[in-house]
C-alpha cells in the first residue's frame, strides 16, 4: 500500500508544481487565484483514485476497505504536498523577486476590488489588508500553499475513497 501511493504521490507532486509554473505564463498568479484549488482538488482526485484502483485491483483482489482509502489518499497527498513545498522553496529562493512579485499582484488584485472591501469591511479594513499584503513574507506563502494543498487533499480522499470502497462478501 505504501509503495503504491509514494508512486502516485511522487508523479502528482511533479504535477501540481508543474502547474504552479505554467500558470504564471498564463498570467495567473497561483498564490492570488483560487481557481488553483479546483486544479489541485482535481490532480488530488485522479492520482488517489488511481493509487487506490491499482491498490483494490492487484493487491486487494477487488477488497477495498474505507480506512484503506484514507490512509492511502493520506500519503499520497501529503507527500505531494511537501514535494510542491520543497519545489516552491527553491523558487523562492532562486527568483529574488518573487515575494514582490507577489506583493504587486495581489495589491493590484485588492486595488481592482477595492470599492467592495469597503463596503464589506471599511477603510480600516482595507487599509488593514493592504498592510498584511506588505508584511507578507516567502515562509507565508509557503504555509498558505501548502495548506491550501492539504485542504484540498483532505475533502477529495473521502469522496473517492468512499467510492472505491468494497467490502469482501
Known sequence: MLKISIKYALICGVFIT???????????????????????V????????????EYKTYH???VFHFWQGMTMG???YTVATLLFVGALILYF????????????AATNF?????????????EAGLQEQ??????VTMWDLVQSSALKKM??????????????RKQPK
Do not use: C
Open 60 to 62: 486487494g483482489q477487488g
Open 74 to 76: 493520506f500519503i499520497v
Open 42 to 53: 482535481i490532480l488530488f482526485g485522479l492520482f488517489i483514485f488511481f493509487a487506490e484502483k
Open 130 to 135: 493592504m498592510d498584511e499584503i506588505h508584511d
Open 151 to 164: 485542504l484540498a487533499g483532505f475533502f477529495i480522499t473521502p469522496v473517492i475513497s468512499i467510492i472505491l
Open 93 to 104: 529562493q532562486f527568483s529574488e523577486d518573487a515575494v514582490r512579485n507577489y506583493q504587486e
Open 110 to 122: 485588492l486595488n481592482e476590488r477595492a470599492e467592495m472591501y469597503r463596503e464589506q469591511f471599511g
Open 18 to 40: 508543474i502547474i504552479y509554473h505554467l500558470s504564471f505564463f498564463f498570467n495567473s498568479n497561483p498564490l492570488i487565484d483560487l481557481s488553483h484549488l479546483l486544479f489541485d
